[in-house]
Structure formats: C-alpha cells, structure tokens
C-alpha cells in the first residue's frame, strides 16, 4: 500500500507541474496575442480552464491518497475544488462573452453567481481551516 501512495505523491507532483507548463503556456499566449494582434483568446481560455480541470482532478487524487494513508478527512478539499470550479465556469462564461457568442444580462448574472459562490466558499475554507489549526493545538 505504501508504494501506491508513494506513486500517487508523485503523481501529484507531475500534475502540479503540468498545470504549471499550462498556465506559463498561457501567460506566453497572452503576451504574443497582445504584441501581435493575433487573436489566439479562445486559445488561451480553454488552456486556462483546462488546467482548472486537472487541478479539479488532482484535489480528488489528493483526497484518495489522505484515505489511503488514513489521515483525517477534511471538507477543505470539496471547498477548495468548489472554488476552482466557479472559477472555471467564471472563465468560460467570459470567453463566450469575448467571442461574442453571449450577448444580455444573463451572462453578467451567471458570473456574478459565481462570484459570490467564490466568496461564501473561500470564507468557509479559511473557518475550516482555522477550526483545524485551533482542534490541532
């Protein structure tokens, strides 16, 4: 069992490396769109959400692992890939609206949506994550 979880870490630090490639990937795209002109937007977005997906992923694998090592559960996981997961919608809510595919208040609503859902859920992270400290001292 001990080399699963060795393997599965390991894993989990290719992934975070991955997504890492990802998001510098996009940064670059970013750039050479706004030097160039070229319009690779669609491009970039869908980079960006796919590497929110694969971090979406990799919180799962990391709470398989904690049940693996029989380590306490915690609830920060669910709240921080229902986070990740807002944002995500968030960015492809947008990237219809930049490619003109979105048009009325419904798209402004959606992503006003997911920003408080954003909101409440961070402030829940950070009670969870004072509620363990203080039960851990």
Not at 38 to 44: D, E, L, P, R, W
Not at 87 to 95: I, K, P, T
Not at 99 to 114: F, V
Request: proline share 1%; glycine share 4%.
């Amino acid at each position: 069992m001990f080399n699963v979880v060795r393997y599965l870490l390991w894993i989990e630090y290719l992934i975070h490396l991955v997504v890492a490639i990802m998001l510098v990937i996009a940064v670059g795209g970013i750039i050479i769109s706004t030097f160039t002109g070229f319009s690779i937007t669609k491009n970039v977005l869908l980079l960006i959400s796919n590497a929110l997906l694969i971090m979406i992923i990799k919180e799962v694998i990391w709470t398989v692992i904690k049940f693996f090592k029989k380590e306490r559960f915690s609830v920060a996981s669910f709240i921080l890939i229902g986070i990740i997961s807002a944002v995500r919608q968030s960015l492809f809510v947008e990237a219809q609206i930049s490619l003109n595919k979105s048009h009325g208040w419904e798209p402004l609503i959606e992503i006003g949506a997911n920003t408080l859902i954003i909101l409440v859920l961070s402030v829940a992270y950070y009670i969870v994550k004072k509620a363990e400290a203080c039960s851990n001292d």
